[in-house]
């Protein structure tokens, strides 16, 4: 089992899983899992495991039969142990995606976890030309970009070439260095963010930092003391006395 890591900050609150998927198709059903980029928020390590580590490229063709099932199982494994999971449109695709192929290979239901989404965190308080992750990391000037990836070596990679798998695979890393740095950018607009460390402390960060700014007036509670977090800089509203 690895260390609790801790947020942005490093405290050490939840398992918080950073992570991005790559494959072949759009649809779990007809496509393949290429590589599964991960890393714990606040670790250093990006780990990309890929169907490069149990398939055996053709010597003289470059090429590997791609199967992903050892693949399926690392992820399943990393991701049941996730407290909190932050993807970017992963409501939409990596989360869907990835229960079915853990049904298909009659894995049981993950252990329940917050999700964190990104890009509905852009969508709904951000207006923006473009709302994509690329787009994102140059208007909010990230230090973390996504590389350039064209149809050509997706479709070379679904057949199994090993020089554009390893390309995909170097696209994940970066997705999921762009994906953290998000975070950290939107974490405090992200207004139902799961609890990390408890009721009193932040509920974004977990830090013992809150700071009472005025009262709010809310539709179903009425009067509310407002405090903002002078760590990540989220606010919230807690009950009155």
Known sequence: MPTR???LLGSEYARILVYDIESTSL??????????GWKW????????PSVLDTNDPCDDCGRIEISEKALVKEAYAVMSQADVCVTFNGQRFDSPYMNTKFLMYGLDALPSSSQVDLYQVLRHKTRMSSKRLANAALVFKLNHEKTVLDWAIWRRAAKGYVKDIKYIRDHADADVLVTE????KLRQHVRQHPRVN?????RRCGEDTLQRRGRAITIYRGQQFRFQCKSCGGWETRAAA
């Open 5 to 7: 890591p801790g947020n």
């Open 27 to 36: 649809d779990a059903d007809t496509g393949d899992l290429l590589v599964f």
């Open 41 to 48: 928020l606040g670790e250093k390590k990006v780990h990309t």
């Open 181 to 184: 740095e998000l975070y950290g």
């Open 198 to 202: 408890g009721y009193a402390p932040c």
